[in-house]
């Protein structure tokens, strides 16, 4: 079936701090997953995306990890930011044409 | 400024009735996405369109249709509106198919109220 969910549903970090946002996914058929950034008022952002023949994949400020053992995704973001405030959201591909989002995470970042 | 037009960006409609909602993607870009957002809820597909055809359904009511034009626009009609139709739906476009690229560009979405 189609299900990705998310760990907590919110997450308060420090200025400065590390975030690391988590995902489950279960069907373990999925051979992409992508993290949106959701502000409020906006629609969501792609951030960055990883595919299955891979367990790690970094960008500005943010890395991607995939154990497709434990059928886990994180987001971990470096520094956090108050502009990283937001509504976070792992999707996944399995072949077809189609995003299945989670239910998001929502990040505070407290001055 | 993700390129993705939606119109309107809100709506309030009572039961019963119907409503269009309007996507213009980017620029060159062939596949639309239809999603729904409701409160505390997930982004959930209903609809994929790529250059005019029908490509994805997902979990989209009888009630709610949608298409693709040739200048690659997109509606999505909404008809029969409950109460629980209340949410903001929105429309993401591609160049590629999801499979190939997970890059959505998303519009800024329309909030739809039942009243």
């Known amino acids: 079936g189609e299900s990705v969910g998310l760990h907590l549903p919110t997450l308060s970090v420090q200025e400065g701090d590390n975030s690391i946002i988590n995902c489950a996914y279960s069907?373990?058929?999925?051979?992409?997953f992508i993290w949106y950034k959701q502000e409020s008022g906006k629609g969501p952002q792609f951030i960055i995306d990883?595919?299955?023949?891979?367990d790690k994949r970094q960008g500005q400020r943010v890395t991607v990890l995939l154990n497709k053992t434990v059928k886990h995704l994180s987001l971990q973001i470096a520094a956090t930011q108050p502009g990283d405030s937001a509504v976070y959201f792992c999707?996944?591909?399995?072949?077809?044409?189609?995003?299945?989002f989670g239910k998001g995470t929502k990040l505070t970042v407290n001055p | 400024d993700s390129g993705v037009t939606q119109t309107p960006k809100h709506l309030i409609t009572a039961t019963g009735q119907r409503v269009t909602l309007r996507c213009s993607p980017r620029?060159?870009?062939?596949?639309v996405y239809w999603y729904q957002q409701s409160l505390d809820q997930g982004l959930q597909f209903l609809i994929q369109?790529?250059?005019?055809?029908?490509?994805a359904k997902g979990n989209i009511l009888e009630r709610f249709s949608a298409q693709q034009f040739p200048d690659l626009h997109s509606e999505l009609n909404l008809s029969s509106l409950e109460l629980g139709d209340s949410a903001l739906y929105f429309c993401?476009?591609?160049?590629?198919?999801?499979?190939?690229?997970?890059?959505?560009?998303f519009g800024e979405g329309s909030r739809l109220t039942v009243l």
């Open positions: 999707a996944e591909n399995f072949g077809s044409e189609k995003l299945v």
């Open positions: 620029s060159g870009d062939l596949s």
């Open positions: 993401a476009s591609s160049l590629f198919l999801a499979g190939e690229t997970g890059e959505l560009f």
């Open positions: 069907n373990s058929a999925s051979d992409y």
């Open positions: 990883i595919r299955s023949n891979m």
């Open positions: 369109y790529y250059n005019g055809e029908e490509r």
